[in-house]
T-cell receptor
Framework: KAGVTQTPRYLIKTRGQQVTLSCSPI?????VSWYQQTPGQGLQFLFE???????NKGNFPGRFSGRQFSNSRSEMNVSTLELGDSALYLC?????????????FGSGTQLSVL | SQQGEEDPQALSIQEGENATMNCSYK?????LQWYRQNSGRGLVHLIL?????REKHSGRLRVTLDTSKKSSSLLITASRAADTASYFC????????????FGAGTRLAVHP
């Protein structure tokens, strides 16, 4: 089985722009979650989607949004980029997002905001 | 905000030695998981221990959980250079939906 695929691998944007990141989960996985990783704050949960519905959300401003399509692929969007949004954005998938499920992570998208 | 603290922050050992990493957390948990991350890449799941378990083994990995002390440890025996990575503990506190709270991680360097 192919793993979790994230595109693009690297992105450079300027403040005020918006960005869309893409994630294709492992075939058969219906839960997709997103995490932000920075040197200062570490790994932080952004949100989780299952069957095109957001079921859980972390403590991030409304500039961070996401969606999931009927084929379980997911996108996240960050609007009005700020310097502090520079981070590695990781997508993870699992079968259904149930308690104790193993997460499979993609290699991430490294976003740099200038 | 991070649930857990890990120590040490960095660990440097020789091949063949054992590596022990510790994780403490603040609230009651359903389970605790350990992940490995090679430099700037995605995380790889290593092992999961449920709140009603005290010890678990997987290959060269041994995980313990002490819910009374809200702490866990990961032991890697007979370390190899390929074990060089950052190791994170992650807690799941309830409800599933893949909301894991990660510790700050331990950077392990294994020298040949």
């Amino acid at each position: 089985k192919a793993g979790v695929t994230q595109t693009p691998r690297y992105l450079i944007k300027t403040r005020g722009q918006q960005v869309t990141l893409s994630c294709s989960p492992i075939s058969g996985h219906r839960s997709v979650s997103w995490y932000q990783q920075t040197p200062g704050q570490g790994l932080q949960f952004l949100f989780e989607y299952f069957s095109e519905t957001q079921r859980n959300k972390g403590n991030f401003p409304g500039r961070f949004s996401g969606r999931q399509f009927s084929n379980s692929r997911s996108e996240m969007n960050v609007s009005t980029l700020e310097l502090g949004d520079s981070a590695l954005y990781l997508c993870a998938s699992s079968l259904a997002g149930g308690t104790g499920e193993k997460l499979f992570f993609g290699s991430g998208t490294q976003l740099s905001v200038l | 905000s991070q649930q857990g603290e890990e120590d040490p922050q960095a660990l440097s050992i020789q091949e063949g030695e054992n590596a022990t990493m510790n994780c403490s957390y603040k609230t009651s948990i359903n389970n605790l998981q350990w992940y490995r991350q090679n430099s700037g890449r995605g995380l790889v799941h290593l092992i999961l221990i449920r709140s009603n378990e005290r010890e678990k083994h997987s290959g060269r990995l041994r995980v313990t959980l002490d819910t009374s002390k809200k702490s866990s440890s990961l032991l890697i025996t007979a370390s190899r250079a390929a074990d060089t990575a950052s190791y994170f503990c992650a807690t799941e506190t309830g409800g599933g939906y893949n909301k894991l709270i990660f510790g700050a991680g331990t950077r392990l360097a294994v020298h040949p």
